[in-house]
Each structure stands twice: as structure tokens, then as C-alpha cells.
């Protein structure tokens, strides 16, 4: 069964104090490894989407990579607008339904 | 700025009720996805659509059904509203297997 397990559950930083979000993952062959950003009361906004082993992606103050079990989302000097929750989501290379196995998401706080 | 749009964005109703969720995309994407979102829980496929005609159950059961008539259009209705249904419903469509998801703003469902 695919899974994926994020971690930890909820972190608090001082804004400009650097820290990474991690996800693991098991799944039957990975079609691609998903990151997501979600406001309260609003749908995920999708931030990365990663392939392969030792891919590398980024976007600002974000940067995911990928390893054969884990991928890490490091933020860099993070800002107060930073806060959300940030969703991990994998999609299996085998058939079935086409659709996203998600973790629980690591509700982030960037505190001024 | 959402290409997908989801009415209402709350919805408080009593038990029994028949109720429609409504899912418009403006970007002509094929696929199409209801997922089921509950707080600080993972997001678990619904229903899915590969397009006008085609509906599939997803991972988590449901007693919800949906319609494809358009490709723009993927309404989820429920025939006899329970409390159990209370949840946040999120729309979403892809390009494809390998592209992320755009997600609506979702609806969050309370039955009373």
C-alpha cells in the first residue's frame, strides 16, 4: 500500500531561521513526488513536482530534492507569508486510479 | 488566479437533504478529481474523470456520486445529506499523469 509519511507534524521558526519539512515515502514505483501548499480555508496550491533520484527544484525562499525514500522541502530565511501548510503527495507508477496519495502536511508557523 | 471554481465555499444542511457541489474548469483539462479533505487529515480520492463520460470511484468510499457531461463541468452530488458528510470537499484537474493538480477553493460541508 502507498504511503507517505510527513514530518514533523507542526514546526515554529523565527522569521530568517532556516529549516527543512521532510516526507517519506513507500510506493510501487514513483510516477512523481508532489509538493503542495495549502492556506486555511483555501484548496492546495501546487509548488513542485519531482522525478527522479537527486532532482532538485526551486522556487524563492523554497527548495525541494528527492532521494529513492524521502524528499526534503528546505526553506531558506523564511518570511512570515511562508506560513501554511505544506502537503507532500506521491502518484505511483502503476495503474489503478489516477490519482495522488498525500501525507497529513507540517503546519508551518513563521513567527516575525 | 483559480481556473477552477467550486460553489458553494460553505454549506450548512440539514440530514436527509439532497445536495450538488459544483466544479467548473476553465482550462479544458480532461482529468478531473473530488477529493475529501478532513481537519488536519490527509486528502483521500473520491471520484475521478477521465473525461465527458467517464467516472470512477476513488480510494476512500463514498456514497456520493458524480457526472461528466461537459469537460469543463464535474458536479458531486449527495442524494440524502448525513452528518457523517461533514468534511471539506476540494476539486481539482491535470494536464495528465505528470503534472501537478489545480485545485479549487473547495467546499466546506457541515450537515446538522
Known amino acids: 500500500e502507498d504511503q507517505v509519511t510527513q514530518s514533523p507534524e507542526a514546526l515554529r521558526l523565527q522569521e530568517g531561521e532556516s529549516s527543512s519539512l521532510n516526507c517519506s515515502y513507500t510506493?510501487?514505483?514513483?510516477?512523481?513526488l508532489f509538493w503542495y501548499r495549502q492556506d486555511p480555508g483555501k484548496g492546495p496550491e501546487f509548488l513542485f513536482t519531482?522525478?527522479?533520484a537527486g532532482e532538485e527544484k526551486e522556487k524563492e525562499r523554497l527548495k525541494a530534492t528527492l532521494t529513492k525514500k524521502e524528499s526534503f522541502l528546505h526553506i531558506t530565511a523564511p518570511k512570515p507569508e511562508d506560513s501554511a501548510t505544506y502537503l507532500c503527495?506521491?502518484?505511483?507508477?502503476?495503474?489503478?486510479?489516477?490519482?495522488?496519495?498525500f501525507g497529513k502536511g507540517t503546519h508551518l508557523i513563521i513567527q516575525p | 488566479e483559480a481556473d477552477i471554481y467550486q460553489t458553494p465555499r460553505y454549506l450548512v444542511i440539514g440530514t436527509g437533504k439532497k445536495i450538488t457541489l459544483e466544479c467548473s474548469q476553465t482550462?479544458?483539462?480532461?482529468?478531473m478529481y473530488w477529493y475529501q479533505q478532513d481537519p488536519g487529515m490527509e486528502l483521500h480520492l473520491i471520484h475521478y474523470?477521465?473525461?465527458?463520460?467517464?467516472?470512477e470511484k476513488g480510494d476512500l468510499s463514498s456514497e456520493s456520486t458524480v457526472s461528466r457531461i461537459r469537460t469543463e463541468h464535474f458536479p458531486l452530488t449527495l442524494e440524502s445529506a448525513r452528518p457523517s458528510h461533514t468534511s471539506q470537499y476540494l476539486c481539482?484537474?491535470?494536464?495528465?499523469?505528470?503534472?501537478?493538480?489545480?485545485f479549487g477553493s473547495g467546499t466546506r460541508l457541515t450537515v446538522v
Open positions: 503527495a506521491v502518484r505511483p507508477s502503476g495503474g489503478g486510479a489516477d490519482g495522488l496519495t
Open positions: 519531482l522525478y527522479s
Open positions: 510506493v510501487s514505483g514513483l510516477r512523481g
Open positions: 481539482a484537474s491535470s494536464e495528465g499523469k505528470d503534472y501537478g493538480y489545480t
Open positions: 474523470s477521465y473525461g465527458v463520460n467517464s467516472t
Open positions: 482550462m479544458g483539462h480532461d482529468k
